[in-house]
């Protein structure tokens, strides 16, 4: 690249964009998503959920080849995860890696959207809230309030020049913050680093070996379960089955667009099956034995749309 274009990309990246008052504040929660996949940072944030408190360390670089992340702990149990292209892996506190699909790998950095924008007006209110600073940046709030009592409200504190979400909270009907991150320190790079992108896929090869095969992909003619009556906005949106003793491990994921909620179908332990709800910071969990098989759901949805999905999973007619 000549010193003339690498100028001119950083100016594109760095320079403050006026926000005017016609401009689309869905059409800002959009740049946001993109923003999140496409540009070159590392930072660190601070994630706040369910009364603790974690401090991430990320790199994230982007270019003609794809899509690579670094998240890693600095503090409490020692975490990583790597993402190269749609190649995901958690490594845990005890050292064990775990391959992840790009859903599952959402984690606690923020704007990652799920599916299409354009149906989010039927189902949530975008408006821009008041302008600040965060991390030493620019940045003006994004609110997304629910039009239902089914999913959480949101607020993105969006950066003035990119649209990359510097702080992020969800939150309960009544207002009360369930989930919070927010970067303390930023660097914006107008192009990926080699050295960077070297350095991401060194540590996957090194745990490569110890996850097997990459998760299966999705094929509609395996769909073994289905959710009959899914709440106002919701879709399928992947469906895997997972290889594992005995009938495997069915996993689909349903979102509305910004909300996720998983559902995992697998044999029920006869002597130990799990029933009942339990919720943690924005995360609602409600189990129940359908069939002979343990439904599990998972998501990041208020507790009465967890049990609206959970109740309505049943058997699928393709599959018999």
Not at 58 to 69: I, L, M, Y
Not at 75 to 104: F, M, N, S, T
Not at 163 to 187: C, H, N, W, Y
Request: charged fraction near 20%.
């Amino acid at each position: 690249m000549s010193l003339h274009a690498f100028a001119a990309s950083l100016l594109l990246i760095l320079a403050p964009q006026a926000v005017t008052a016609d401009q689309d504040p869905l059409g800002e929660l959009a740049r946001m998503t993109d923003a999140v996949t496409r540009l070159n940072y590392e930072g660190t944030f601070v994630y706040a959920h369910a009364g603790q408190l974690q401090t991430m360390r990320v790199v994230h670089q982007a270019d003609a080849d794809g899509e690579r992340e670094h998240l890693v702990s600095l503090d409490g149990d020692p975490r990583e995860v790597v993402r190269d292209r749609d190649d995901v892996v958690c490594i845990l506190a005890d050292g064990k890696p775990v391959r992840l699909d790009h859903y599952q790998a959402r984690g606690a950095f923020p704007g990652r959207g799920l599916g299409q924008l354009s149906d989010l007006e039927q189902l949530y209110g975008v408006a821009y809230g008041p302008t600040s600073r965060v991390a030493g940046r620019t940045v003006r709030m994004l609110e997304i309030q629910p039009r239902d009592q089914l999913r959480y409200g949101y607020r993105f504190w969006l950066d003035q020049a990119t649209a990359l979400p510097l702080k992020s909270e969800v939150l309960a009907a009544d207002g009360e913050v369930l989930e919070r991150v927010m970067f303390t320190d930023i660097q914006l790079h107008a192009v990926a680093d080699p050295d960077r992108v070297a350095a991401i896929r060194a540590r996957k090869a090194q745990v490569q070996a110890m996850v097997g095969d990459a998760p299966p992909t999705p094929d509609a003619r395996s769909r073994r379960w289905q959710v009959n009556d899914l709440p106002p906005g919701f879709a399928l949106a992947d469906y895997r089955t997972y290889p594992d003793a005995g009938d495997g491990i069915d996993h689909l994921v349903f979102s509305d667009g910004l909300a996720m909620v998983s559902v995992y179908v697998e044999p029920a332990n006869a002597t130990q099956p799990l029933n009942g709800t339990h919720r943690s910071g924005a995360v609602s969990t409600f189990a129940l034995v359908r069939d002979a098989h343990q439904v599990v759901v998972v998501g990041d949805v208020p507790m009465a749309t967890a049990h609206i999905i959970g109740v309505a999973v049943n058997p699928s007619q393709a599959a018999h």
